[in-house]
T-cell receptor
Framework: GAVVSQHPSWVICKSGTSVKIECRSL??????MFWYRQFPKQSLMLMAT?????????EQGVEKDKFLINHASLTLSTLTVTSAHPEDSSFYIC?????????????FGPGTRLTVT | AQSVTQLDSQVPVFEEAPVELRCNYS??????LFWYVQYPNQGLQLLLK??????LVKGINGFEAEFNKSQTSFHLRKPSVHISDTAEYFC???????????????FGQGTILTVHP
């Protein structure tokens, strides 16, 4: 089956620093990946759509300068949280659809727990 | 606007009892429907999906769901639950509206299923 990995699985950083989270499709190519964040005991909220070779598109209310997305290859998308603050602490999850499939059928990574102190 | 409502935030049941987790959605276009399970501190695992065809879909771990277009529902069922089914379950809808919404999923608020011995 399609496998999506994320690295790191958890990270603790100090306020004001930047953190990079990687999302990889291990056994398939993904021209598009989606980034979500999930607060404790809440649902997933789509942050942005990452497109290989072009700029990411962000959902309303998401600061593009704070959450930098780079889709450098067909198997890798990165999310960089710049100048992180405690309110950015959350669970970040990426997903990717299989090319040629129903585009809505997505495979999710295991998530990255970010804690900003 | 599209929305997904999971009618129960928590569902406690005893082991080997049947369970139904309810999901309703609103959309003005055709939809694709999914149920995901999330174990603590993990990503989402696909349980089952409705893309087209038969409205009764079967998934992994003995779960099934029925797409009811007239009632805009996609309830998840299992005839006999196990302790290992304890987790949070998310209903998700992909709205086939094309354009910038292509591929995006809207998630419900989640239902925590707790199976007691």
């Amino acid at each position: 089956g399609a496998v999506v990995s994320q690295h790191p699985s958890w990270v603790i950083c100090k306020s004001g620093t930047s953190v990079k989270i990687e999302c990889r499709s291990l056994d398939f190519q993904a021209t598009t990946m989606f980034w979500y964040r999930q607060f404790p005991k809440q649902s997933l909220m789509l942050m942005a759509t990452s497109n290989e070779g072009s700029k990411a598109t962000y959902e309303q209310g998401v600061e593009k300068d704070k959450f930098l997305i780079n889709h450098a290859s067909l198997t890798l998308s990165t999310l960089t949280v710049t100048s992180a603050h405690p309110e950015d602490s959350s669970f970040y999850i990426c997903s990717a659809p299989l090319a040629g499939s129903y585009f809505y059928e997505q495979y999710f990574g295991p998530g990255t727990r970010l804690t900003v102190t | 606007a599209q929305s997904v409502t999971q009618l129960d935030s928590q569902v406690p049941v005893f082991e080997e009892a049947p369970v139904e987790l309810r999901c309703n959605y609103s959309s003005s276009v055709s939809v694709y429907l999914f149920w995901y399970v999330q174990y603590p501190n993990q990503g989402l695992q696909l349980l089952l999906k409705y893309l087209s065809g038969s409205t009764l879909v079967k998934g992994i771990n003995g779960f099934e769901a029925e797409f009811n277009k007239s009632q805009t529902s996609f309830h998840l069922r299992k005839p006999s639950v196990h302790i290992s089914d304890t987790a949070e379950y998310f209903c998700a809808v992909g709205h086939n509206a094309g354009g910038t919404s292509y591929g995006k999923l809207t998630f419900g608020q989640g239902t925590i299923l707790t199976v007691h011995p």
